[in-house]
């Protein structure tokens, strides 16, 4: 039975042969969402995180079994469709977050699930949820644009 | 034709872009008008970067790699505000053209801009170049507008892409005067740098070029990229320095769906910086399929059996440091690298004297991408993708290897994720060379993290003994005795012009573990040593850390020292940040009982940081990092915003080193070869706060990537002594205290 599952609002399907596939792998290299990205392969930086059915996930320990029949957004996918980009995108372009950027990606569709949930978070809220770890140590800036971002801490 | 002539010949090519003209300006080696060979149509440098297109828009490319330094935006910014582009009209394309040529002794140096990325050295060597490029064309730009108006060049302004006349005349768009512009001749002692009250883009805080594709998911690095036709490998690296195959089941991995070749690569040993010791690239198994998912099990399959029976086996890290401690505290002679006065009497007359010895380990680079490199070799050219400090090296290791000629090689640079030293090396280039030229079909080689650990070229381990001795409440005395894996100690560094009676020594190092650069390289440890010890003699002598320290700089004074990066070390100008950044800190402020500050500074690359970092200890000696305020003087600061952020990232590079990294070699195999069982730094870890203050007293731009790193392991113990009393002498930090 193929594996059918959503990704970014779009229907995708993967042979079952392909069952024990990380959905990171099957995201980058069969669909070539390459925002995605692989650090680690073991669940511990959190440069493949993505949104499964709305909660942050480390795609590199699903296996496309897991997913099978789950809503995926990528990074690819968090912008409206009108193209207009989602408010953690916007913060993080407001402050100037990325140095190298490899994880990007995964550092913002971790805040953006954490704001979906918690509009207002705390210092403690954002050191317990933001886990993804940045090379760069970006992290000041990381902290700034997600309460930047956060809908309950505007004004 | 006049030899004073800038321009060799004239030179105009397609744009890049549809419609666009590309500004290729010849320059000569030397604003001074030096002659160059006659008929050489290519003796000059060229500007290659910049299209002008008629709507006065402009596509500039890259002139520098891009690790996350933020050079792929300060180059632009150097170009375009010696040009007077408006920044506003200007896109950015991804590309980071690596052009190469030919010198006269025949080696591969870069053409144009020195593209290469690398001890904080990326503005100091392409400063020049860049300005008088953008000078030059700016020049080309009036001159043509001066002849279509009839009136002198010399009465025309530039300003934000347009050229006027002064006063409210007439003003005309770049992009009308481009094409003719591209074909001028520029007489070389027409041509002016601005001064520094003129700079219009330099200065201002500007945001990275590539921030919304990096936000959006585009796939700018090397391991984004799908290479028309090119196989998949993974290759089963030996686990332990210096092992062979011993077997493997190739017909399993064969086996598996979609995988194509199983190909052995064999052990190869190289000299390598520092020292020019041998250094070993690893032997492995290829796993050559389809697609990598394929080759990730085709991997798995192979299991692979090691001999690991070679001298490297018996590497062990933390026997390594044993032996280190026992170098440092015994009386065998080492190598002197700096001895001023007379420390042995000088230490025997002291009021007090400190022995205090400081321990750090292995660490490693992580860079979060990991390595990663495509290659297609051809029959007499090739081509490679890859994210390379240094991209020439994929050209050249592919003329040793191959045989092709290194000028037909096409590399395709790509934004690295991450480099600290770690993609300076060619291992990854040569492996996968050398993979392509036995299949013969292009190839994509993706390390795993674990292979990106194992197979790291560390930091150095080191052990440092400080012996250090105080009369009438001065540092009097200062002998410094080290013991590495590989390298030397900073001795240019304060506290040495400082102190009267002054020595540096190491031991030679006999260690076959793989070293190379690692952002600041050696810098942290030094720093650690010699601000911790600052510290304690500091408490010893009753005094506080920063008037200590403020005093110890007296008189203010550039020392001259003899290093690549840098003539002088200004002690006036160290002591300028250690004053910033305790004032950001309040640093007279008393804290509650359990919070302590920490200062520490540090020069490395022609800058000085100076940082205090607050942290607390409670009674379960449980630390946590606070906030942080660093004072950095870097000359010009070019872009602040990415000076700030540098500073930021940097410290907590820093910090992290110190606190966490720390990487154990067991019979020669790496025993924490991912994230986890190597701690890194997460955000509830590092300070929430970090402010930043940029000093400028008129120097030129120097070095701001590595600076920020080296104060930080120091500030860190020097702030947990003053929250709890508890003085830590050895990293990872993390390993004495609870966090």
């Known amino acids: 039975m193929p594996i059918d599952l959503t990704v970014n609002g779009k229907p995708v399907s993967a042979p079952d042969s392909k069952a024990d596939m990380p959905l990171l792998w099957f995201i980058r290299e069969d669909l070539r969402l390459k925002g995605t990205k692989y650090g680690c392969g073991i669940g511990q930086c959190g440069s493949c995180t993505v949104h499964v059915n709305g909660r942050a996930m480390r795609s590199c320990l699903l296996s496309l079994e897991q997913a099978r029949g789950a809503s995926i957004t990528t990074i690819e996918g968090l912008a409206g469709k009108d193209g207009r980009l989602h408010p953690v995108q916007e913060a993080w372009l407001k402050i100037d977050v990325p140095q190298c950027g490899y994880c990007q990606a995964g550092q913002i569709m971790t805040a953006a699930a954490l704001l979906a949930r918690n509009p207002a978070p705390t210092d403690a809220d954002i050191d317990r949820e933001m886990t993804n770890i940045c090379r760069c140590g970006a992290y000041v800036r990381i902290r700034q644009a997600v309460k930047a971002a956060a809908p309950g801490l505007k004004g | 034709m006049n030899a004073q002539q800038l321009n060799r010949r004239s030179f105009l090519k397609a744009g890049i872009s549809a419609g666009g003209l590309l500004l290729a300006i010849p320059l000569c080696p030397r604003l001074s008008g030096a002659r160059t060979p006659a008929g050489d149509s290519a003796g000059g440098q060229w500007c290659v970067y910049v299209t002008i297109r008629p709507d006065n828009t402009v596509e500039m490319v890259s002139p520098i790699m891009e690790m996350g330094q933020f050079m792929r935006t300060t180059g632009p910014m150097i170009l375009a505000d010696e040009m007077d582009l408006d920044w506003s009209l200007i896109s950015f394309s991804r590309r980071i053209p690596t052009l190469l040529k030919r010198d006269g002794k025949g080696e591969i140096v870069y053409d144009h801009a020195q593209i290469g990325t690398g001890g904080s050295n990326t503005v100091r060597s392409n400063w020049d170049y860049l300005r008088r490029a953008g000078a030059t064309a700016r020049r080309m730009l009036i001159e043509e507008a001066a002849e279509r108006w009839n009136v002198s060049p010399d009465v025309l302004d530039a300003r934000d892409s347009f050229v006027f006349e002064p006063g409210g005349g007439r003003r005309i768009s770049y992009g009308e005067l481009a094409e003719k512009a591209a074909l001028r001749r520029v007489d070389v002692s027409r041509i002016r740098l601005k001064g520094r009250s003129e700079y219009r883009i330099m200065g201002r805080s500007i945001g990275v070029i590539d921030a919304r594709d990096m936000v959006t998911g585009e796939p700018l690095y090397g391991i984004d990229v799908d290479y028309p036709g090119a196989l998949q490998a993974v290759i089963d690296r030996a686990p332990a320095l210096g092992a062979d195959i011993a077997s493997y089941d190739k017909a399993a991995a064969l086996a598996v769906p979609g995988v194509r070749q199983v190909v052995e690569i064999e052990r190869n040993i190289d000299d390598h910086w520092p020292e020019g010791r041998a250094q070993i690239v690893a032997a492995g198994v290829a796993v050559v399929a389809d697609n990598l998912w394929a080759a990730l099990k085709g991997k798995q399959a192979l299991k692979t059996q090691w001999k690991n029976t070679s001298e490297y086996a018996y590497e062990d890290s933390e026997e390594q440091i044993r032996s280190f401690h026992r170098l440092v505290s015994g009386n065998e002679p080492a190598i002197v690298l700096r001895d001023d006065g007379n420390v042995d009497e000088a230490l025997r007359s002291a009021d007090l004297v400190l022995d205090r010895t400081y321990e750090k380990p292995l660490w490693a680079h992580a860079c979060m991408e990991p390595l990663n490199c495509i290659v297609d070799i051809r029959e007499d050219s090739a081509t490679v993708v890859v994210g390379h400090q240094w991209p020439h090296r994929a050209a050249t290791e592919v003329e040793r290897i191959t045989g092709i000629d290194a000028l037909k090689v096409e590399v395709i640079s790509k934004r690295m994720g991450g480099g600290f030293g770690r993609r300076g090396e060619v291992d990854y280039l040569r492996e996968a060379v050398m993979l392509g030229h036995k299949i013969r079909r292009p190839v994509k080689v993706t390390w795993t993290r674990e292979n990106d650990t194992e197979h790291d070229f560390f930091d150095p381990a080191a052990v440092i003994r400080i012996r250090a001795g105080l009369k009438n409440g001065r540092i009097h005395a200062w002998h410094h005795r080290q013991a590495q894996t590989r390298g030397e100690p900073e ?249």
Request: aromatic share 8%.
């Open chain 2, 491 to 739: 001795h240019v560094c304060f506290p040495s012009g400082l102190v009267p009676h002054y020595r540096v020594e190491r031991f030679p190092s006999t260690s076959r573990i793989s070293v190379g650069p690692w952002r600041a390289p050696m810098q942290l440890q030094w720093a650690f040593a010699v601000e911790s010890m600052i510290d304690e003699l500091t408490h010893a002598a009753g005094q506080d850390p920063l008037a200590f320290r403020l005093e110890l700089m007296k008189p203010h004074k550039a020392h001259p020292i003899e290093h690549w990066s840098a003539d002088v070390i200004d002690s006036g100008r160290m002591a300028a940040c250690y004053q910033a950044a305790a004032e950001m800190a309040d640093w007279g402020r008393k804290r509650p009982p359990g919070v302590g500050l920490g200062i520490a500074g540090h020069f490395t690359f022609g800058t000085y940081v100076a940082c205090v970092l607050e942290v607390s200890v409670n009674e379960r000696e449980e630390l946590r990092i606070l906030n942080a305020w660093g004072a950095i003087d870097c000359g010009f600061p070019i872009n602040p915003n990415h000076i700030r952020a540098q500073m930021e990232g940097g410290f907590i590079d820093g910090l992290n080193a110190a606190l966490f990294n720390r990487v154990v070699i067991r019979n020669g195999q790496v025993q924490n070869n991912n994230f986890g069982a190597l701690r890194w730094m997460r955000m509830r870890e590092a300070p929430a706060r970090i402010e930043v203050r940029i000093l400028d007293h008129g120097h030129g731009p120097t070095g701001v990537g590595e600076p920020p790193v080296a104060p930080a392991g120091a500030a860190l113990a020097n702030a947990i002594y003053a929250a709890c009393g508890k003085r830590i002498r050895r990293m990872p930090i993390a390993e004495s205290i609870r966090i």
